[in-house]
């Protein structure tokens, strides 16, 4: 069992930073591929990016590419998403999530495959 637990979104004006955290109960954290996901009002949860459970590889949205980097710290259980020259449109409740693993690279940006989800924190982007 791995519980997920969101921090760090708030209001932010275009073309700012903010930086997700996801803390993680279960000394299992570092076997799991971690995902983060967004979801606008009125709109399908989407996928953002992945890390591995090493941290050696990751998979980012054509949206968020060379905008947000996301990494992880297994000595803490915790990933993180950096996110920078952020637009009105990157305005959602973001969530991060484990996969257990037997997922290919390419299903880790389907809902469907996660095991885990948090509860999601608000970020609103400003114009």
């Known amino acids: 069992q791995v519980q997920l637990v969101e921090s760090g979104g708030g209001l932010v004006q275009a073309g700012g930073s903010l930086r997700l955290s996801c803390a993680a109960s279960?000394?299992?954290?570092?076997?799991?591929?971690m995902g983060w996901f967004r979801q606008a009002p009125g709109k399908e949860r989407e996928f953002v990016a992945a890390?591995?459970?090493?941290?050696?590889?990751?998979y980012y949205a054509d949206s968020v590419k060379g905008r947000f980097t996301i990494s992880r710290d297994n000595a803490k259980n915790t990933v993180y998403l950096q996110m920078n020259s952020l637009k009105p449109e990157d305005t959602a409740v973001y969530y991060c999530?484990?996969?257990?693993?037997?997922?290919?690279?390419?299903?880790?940006?389907?809902?469907?495959?996660?095991?885990?989800w948090g509860q999601g924190t608000q970020v609103t982007v400003s114009s």
């Open positions: 999530a484990a996969q257990g693993g037997g997922t290919s690279w390419y299903e880790l940006r389907f809902v469907s495959v996660y095991d885990y």
């Open positions: 279960g000394r299992t954290f570092s076997t799991y591929a």
């Open positions: 890390i591995a459970w090493s941290g050696g590889s990751t």
